[in-house]
């Protein structure tokens, strides 16, 4: 009777555990990808000096260049945390591991990376078409971050994209459901406006522009 009460109980387990399997074949980035991403940056938060270095390269270089791929990538790695976390929730001595929003982006918005150019290339190109949505798809994957550390160079390269692409970065950064109750967004917006206004007059009306735009949207709503 036991036994078959136990084979009973793995067979069950193994269907619910079949069950919160996900297909990700269908999306723009593979699975092998998103778990290489992840590889590395676990290595990099663990290194430093020009090891470090090394390691940051690898990582930057396998994250996606457009914001529908970073998407992709994102809802990949959040959705196989959960899996990982309801396969493994009763096991006595399973600890979870910290959830972090957009670990990745985090990381990128603070990263001195040797090679401007690339690295807000890309970061841009991930930002372009951005609009808010889950978690890990708001604030601009926190590219603001730049605006107010590095003014002057993320300016500099940011001129040189179409008006259109400027405004859409920026629209990333303040699209929300509430933008004129969000005390932490205006105080944001205000500080970035204030930076780049000082070196930089067109960006700073195409940001203007872009956070009326969301006012006025979510008045219309």
């Not at 985090?106 to 889950?134: P, R, T, V, W």
């Not at 971050?145 to 008006?163: H, P, Q, V, Y």
């Not at 303040?174 to 970035?192: K, R, V």
Request: proline fraction near 2%.
């Amino acid at each position: 009777m036991k036994n078959k009460l136990s084979i009973l109980f793995l067979l069950i387990y193994n269907l619910c555990s079949s069950q919160i399997d996900i297909d990700f074949s269908k999306l723009s980035v593979t699975e092998t990808r998103v778990d290489s991403i992840n590889l590395y940056f676990e290595k990099v938060l663990k290194s430093d000096g020009e090891k470090k270095k090394e390691l940051e390269k690898l990582f930057f270089e396998l994250l996606p260049n457009s914001h529908s791929e970073m998407s992709d990538a994102m809802y990949i790695d959040l959705r196989k945390k959960d899996i990982e976390w309801k396969k493994n929730k009763h096991k006595k001595d399973y600890a979870p591991k910290l959830y972090i929003v957009n670990p990745w982006v985090k990381y990128l918005s603070q990263m001195d990376y040797y090679d401007k150019d690339a690295y807000y290339e890309k970061y841009f190109n991930i930002c372009i078409g951005g609009e808010y949505g889950a978690d890990y798809l708001r604030a601009g994957f926190e590219i603001y971050e730049r605006f107010l550390s590095d003014t002057k160079t993320a300016c500099d390269k940011l001129e040189k994209l179409t008006d259109k692409e400027i405004e859409s970065i920026f629209y990333f950064i303040f699209d929300e459901t509430h933008p004129e109750h969000n005390e932490d967004n205006i105080s944001l917006y205000n500080e970035m406006l204030l930076k780049i206004r000082k070196v930089n007059l067109k960006l700073s009306e195409l940001l203007e522009k872009s956070y009326k735009q969301i006012i006025e949207e979510q008045r219309n709503h």
